[in-house]
């Protein structure tokens, strides 16, 4: 017998990841998500991929924009992370309550406090089930100064943090 959807979830909820927020400009609006399918894939050229669901509103934006910014979550944004994967929020003014600046090449938002951002530019989109594996070249980027910055976890379902002794 074939595994249930929920079994699913549970065996891949096993395995930790880091917390993003997704971001591009469409038509001067601004779009954000929530992603924690997010990965380096390849050093020459510099390329990382997002997965993102092909019924969402930030499915469309991404197709049309070609440029979005990543943000790696610190562990002091969970309520950053909780509201860029709210379903349903406003498009209009969504970055409003979240401290951000742009990138210097195109104008993503980047999220103020991430521990990186990088700038990426479309190269390929791939089917995958109800998502799409976008790749990106990363054309800019920032890394937050300071070794013992901490990143959002995703675990089990949950917000997660490092043992302080995993900082050493």
């Not at 891949?12 to 779009?31: K, N, Y």
């Not at 562990?75 to 950053?80: G, K, M, P, V």
């Not at 979240?98 to 700038?119: N, P």
Request: aromatic content about 8%.
């Amino acid at each position: 017998m074939s595994p249930t959807p929920d079994e699913f979830r549970e065996a891949v909820s096993r395995f930790a990841t880091g917390i993003t927020v997704v971001t591009c400009v469409v038509d001067g609006h601004d779009h954000a998500m929530t992603a924690n399918a997010f990965a380096s894939v390849s050093i020459d050229p510099l390329l990382v991929m997002v997965c993102v669901e092909r019924d969402s509103r930030f499915h469309g934006a991404i197709s049309s924009s070609q440029t979005w910014g990543v943000s790696v979550l610190a562990a002091d944004a969970e309520s950053t992370s909780r509201w860029f994967a709210t379903k349903g929020r406003p498009l209009a003014g969504q970055l409003q309550q979240t401290a951000h600046h742009r990138s210097k090449q195109s104008g993503v938002a980047w999220i103020d406090g991430a521990l990186a951002t990088l700038e990426c530019h479309t190269t390929k989109m791939y089917p995958a089930g109800d998502h799409d594996i976008v790749i990106g070249e990363v054309a800019e980027l920032e890394v937050a100064p300071g070794p013992h910055s901490e990143p959002l976890l995703y675990f089990r379902r949950n917000y997660r943090l490092l043992c302080p002794q995993d900082l050493a």
